[in-house]
């Protein structure tokens, strides 16, 4: 199994940066991609950006492109979301989630969140 850490998150004023992190431990040498996704009070969780474990691809949601960027630092298992030009939408609970190959099988593991607020 893949066990995931986030942290990172705060309170800060809209036009500010922050970036989370999120640590993978366990069976990493199984992940396939890690991604952010983020939930707003009263929203469905949504995705936000993906990296690939090995190679230099990415994806992000339209309304974060230009103003985020996910990497990565396999050396520490690590995945970062550098969060710029901050907005009050950006406001919600990001999650972290890893999706390895394993067996023939995907599996998603979740990490418990982190707070980002955002405040106009």
């Known amino acids: 199994q893949v066990q995931l850490a986030e942290s990172g998150g705060g309170l800060v004023q809209a036009g500010a940066s922050l970036r989370l992190s999120c640590a993978a431990s366990?069976?990493?040498?199984?992940?396939?991609?890690m991604g952010w996704f983020r939930q707003a009070p009263g929203k469905e969780r949504e995705f936000v950006a993906r990296i690939w474990w090995s190679g230099d691809n990415t994806y992000y949601r339209d309304s974060v492109k230009g103003r985020f960027t996910v990497s990565r630092d396999n050396a520490k298992n690590t995945v970062y979301l550098q969060m710029n030009s901050l907005q009050p939408e950006d406001t919600a609970v990001y999650y972290c989630?890893?999706?390895?190959?394993?067996?023939?099988?995907?599996?998603?593991?979740w990490g418990q969140g982190t707070q980002v607020t955002v405040s106009a």
């Open positions: 989630k890893a999706t390895d190959f394993n067996a023939g099988f995907y599996h998603d593991y």
């Open positions: 366990g069976r990493t040498y199984t992940i396939d991609t």
